[in-house]
C-alpha cells in the first residue's frame, strides 16, 4: 500500500510506552521503523521516531480509559500519529486483543503480551509498519470501510465507534498472552533475586558433591525415580516461592472500583514465570553441580566406591542428585528473600504497583 507523499516532507511518529520491556522494544522501533517504512511505503518524506517512555495510566485493565487516555496524551503533542505500546493484556469476548485502532485519531493502542514470548522485537515491527500504512491510507483518504492491517494470525473488526480491532482468536491468542506475560516478567532475573536461595542451594548442592553416599544412591536409582525427585522438588521451590511470598493473587474486595477480569490470567502468568524461573534456577545449579563433581572426584576413586568402572553418565546422575538437594535447600532458603525483590519478576505485582500508582493520581485529581 503506498500513500503518495511530497519530497522533503516529514512524517513524526510518536511511541508512547509503558516502562521496562514496552520501553526498550520502543527504542528499537525508532531504530528500525524509518527504513521499514521507506522500503515498504515508498513514500519520498523523512520519517522522525519519537519515543517516551511513560506510563501513561495504563495500569487500568480496561482498554477503553487506555485508548481515551491515549488520545489524549497524543492532543497535546505535535506528533502526526501515535503508536502507544503497553504491557497488559487486552481482551474481549470474541479474543485476545493485539491492538486498538483509532483511525480518526490516527492512534494505535498495541498489546505487547498478544505477541507472544518469542520474536518480539520483530513482531512488533511487523505490526507496527501495518498499523501506520492503514493509518497513513485512512488518512489520504477517509473511508468507513476498515483500515487494511494485514498481520499474519491477526483478523481486524471494524467497531461501530470507528475504531479497528485486531485479535487473535482462542486459544492460540490466550497462548500467546501468557507466553508474552512470562516473557515480560523476565523470569531469569528471578534467578537473581534468590540470592538466599542460592546460597543454600549451593550448600546442598556441595554435601551431594563431597559425600559418596550420596554417589552411590544416585547411581542406584533408575531414571523414573530420578525423573521423579527432580519433579519434586523444583515443584518444592515453585510452591515455596508462591506460598512464601504471596504471590497468588486473591479476588480483591472492593470489584466495583477494580476490575478483576484478569486475575485468572495474572495467577497463570505469575506461575507460569515461577516455573520458568525456577527451570534456569534449576539449570544453572545442575552445570554448576557437574562441573564440581568433574573437578572434585576422579574417574578412578569413582570407580573405586562405586566397585565398577564410571562413565559420563555415572557424572551427570550424581551431579543431578546433588543438585537436587541443593533445590531442596533453596526452597527453604526462599522463604528469607525479600518480598520486593521476588514479586518484581511476577506479573502482578507491576499491575498492582501501577494500579497503587493510578489511584493516587486520580486522588489527586479529585480529592472529593
Known sequence: MTVAGQAGDSVTIGVLADPDLPTRLAHSLRADLPGELELVLGERVSWQVQVNGDPFEAMYPDNDQLIDRARDYVSETSWDLALCVTDLPLRDTRGVLVAVVDPTAQVALISLPALGGFRLRHRLRELAVAIVAGLRAHRAEPAEV???IPVRGVRASQEANGELHLLRRRPFGSVCVLAGMVRANRPWQLVIG????????MAGTSFGVLYSTIWTLAVSLGPLRLAGITVAALTALSTWIIIGHSLWER???DTDTRDDRYLALRNAGTVSTVVVGTIVFFLALY???LAAVALVVSPDYLATTLGRPSDL???CTIALMATVLGTVAG???SGLEDDVTVRKATYGYREQDRYRLAEQRRRARDPS
Open 313 to 315: 553418565g555415572d557424572y
Open 251 to 253: 479476588r480483591a474486595p
Open 146 to 148: 476498515p483500515v487494511p
Open 194 to 201: 534468590l540470592s538466599t536461595a542460592l546460597a543454600g542451594a
Open 287 to 289: 552445570l554448576l553441580a
Open 331 to 333: 526452597a527453604v532458603g
